[in-house]
C-alpha cells in the first residue's frame, strides 16, 4: 500500500490479544518505520474477523477519518469494507486501496479484485500436524517453523 502512495491506512478487525494480529500489527507498524510514516491508533478498529464487522465498521474510519487505504485483518473483514465502499460510492482503488489476508477464493472473484496475502493453508495444517506427533513422540524436543506468506498483488490496491 505504501509503494502505491498510501500513508494514512486504516485497520479493522482482530483481536489485538491474539499472537496472529499481534504480529499482523508488527508487520504493519515495522512497515510505517522502514517508510517514516505516523503510527496513528485512531485509524485501528479491533474486533470481530467476519463480513458483517468490516461492514458494520467501515464507516466509523471512512466516514469520519481521511485515509487512503485500509487493511482488512482478513479477506472476511476486508471484503465487508469492499461491500460498503460499494454502497457509498467509494471507488476501489482510486478513492481508497484495500487489501485483506488469506486468500479466499472468492477474494479473486470481486468486480475489483481484492489484492491479499496468501498463506499456504494446506501446508499450514500438514506441519501442524507433523509439530503435533513430534510432540507427543519427543515432547522433549520443541521445534519452530516459520512459514513465509506471499503477497497477491490485484486491482484493489
Same mark, same amino acid.
Given at each position: 500500500m505504501v509503494q502505491k502512495g498510501c500513508?494514512? %491506512?486504516g485497520w479493522i478487525g482482530g483481536n489485538p490479544l491474539s499472537f496472529v494480529v499481534k504480529e499482523r500489527l508488527r508487520a504493519y507498524k515495522d512497515v510505517l518505520a522502514k517508510y517514516k510514516l505516523p503510527y496513528l491508533q485512531d485509524i485501528f478498529i479491533f474486533g470481530e474477523r467476519t463480513l458483517d464487522f468490516g461492514y458494520e465498521n467501515a464507516p466509523k474510519l471512512l466516514d469520519h477519518k481521511y485515509l487512503d487505504g485500509v487493511f482488512? !485483518?482478513?479477506d472476511s473483514v476486508a471484503l465487508g469494507i469492499y461491500?460498503?465502499?460499494c454502497e457509498k460510492g467509494i471507488k476501489i482503488p482510486d478513492d481508497l486501496k484495500l487489501t485483506g489476508f488469506? +486468500? /479466499?477464493e472468492i477474494s479473486s472473484l470481486t468486480k475489483v479484485p481484492l489484492t491479499t496475502v496468501r498463506q499456504y493453508k494446506e501446508f499450514l495444517g500438514k506441519k501442524a500436524s +507433523? /509439530? /503435533?506427533i513430534r510432540e507427543i513422540y519427543d515432547p522433549q524436543d520443541p521445534m519452530? %517453523? !516459520? /512459514?513465509d506468506p506471499a503477497l497477491m498483488p490485484r486491482t484493489s490496491c
Open positions: 500513508s494514512r %491506512i482488512g !485483518v482478513n461491500k460498503y465502499c488469506d +486468500d /479466499l +507433523d /509439530l /503435533l519452530v %517453523i !516459520v /512459514l
